[in-house]
């Protein structure tokens, strides 16, 4: 409790022993000098407990957007998920020797990846929802029907057929933007996911030839090459993404 909290503060006990003692100079008797500074002790305690500010709470960690179930960012996320699953099982089946040690190195970057990937697949879905909320074809047709419009109308109402004609635009704009992104993020979750799976499938080639003399440190380093490319693709990916929509 912030009240006992406060009892026990080196300044409130200082302020009650200065209080006992004024009172027991002024000779009052010791049982009411100590009731004295109880009492000063108590009611600075009361009220640092009830003004001292509350302790912010902790920020809580921004929750990942939903994938939406069998949209087609679901579908690349799942197979990320199951190339990561069986890259992990790779990883536990090596005999120790330096493709063991590769290979577990990676484990961290391919989790990562994966995560990365799974940012995407929820903007995707964030960005297909808000692709629906723009009707582009009944924006484009208002758009004609007020050019045509501008072009007989009286000078006194052309500045507001512009004004509309600028804000059907702007709809548009924000449709072709939205629709590059997820071309873009799209595009990325399919090379990403089958990134991993050619990765998987690389490493449980080197580890069929694990006893075979020519593979050399430079063969198991194409692994890290691999991945490495992976990774910077999709991470460029959020941020580019994360440039045009905010």
């Known amino acids: 409790m912030r009240f006992v909290r406060e009892l026990a503060e080196p300044w409130g006990l200082l302020l009650a022993a200065t209080s006992a003692g004024a009172a027991w100079a002024v000779q009052l008797p010791a049982l009411a000098a100590l009731g004295v500074g109880v009492t000063v002790l108590a009611a600075r305690a009361g009220v640092a407990a009830a003004t001292r500010p509350k302790p912010l709470p ?102 507001d057929l512009t004004q509309s004609i600028e804000a059907v635009q702007a709809q548009e704009d924000v449709h072709a933007r939205l629709s590059s992104a997820q071309r873009k993020l799209l595009a990325q979750l399919r090379s990403g996911a089958l990134g991993l799976d050619g990765l998987v499938a690389r490493a449980a080639e080197l580890s069929a030839a694990t006893g075979d003399s020519l593979l050399d440190t ?29």
């Open 58 to 159: 902790e920020p809580e960690e921004r929750a990942l957007p939903d994938v939406e179930p069998g949209s087609p960012e679901a579908g690349w996320l799942r197979r990320a998920e199951s190339a990561a699953d069986g890259f992990r099982s790779i990883s536990g089946s090596l005999e120790a020797g330096p493709l063991a040690d590769r290979v577990a190195g990676m484990e961290p970057v391919v989790r990562e990846t994966v995560d990365t990937l799974r940012r995407l697949a929820g903007r995707a879905t964030a960005t297909g929802k808000a692709l629906t909320r723009v009707d582009v074809g009944a924006v484009s047709a208002e758009k004609a029907r007020l050019r045509k419009e501008l072009k007989t109308a009286d000078d006194d109402i052309r500045g």
């Open 218 to 246: 430079t063969t198991i380093g194409e692994l890290d090459e691999q991945l490495e490319g992976i990774r910077r693709g999709v991470v460029e990916t959020e941020e580019a993404t994360r440039r045009s929509l905010g």
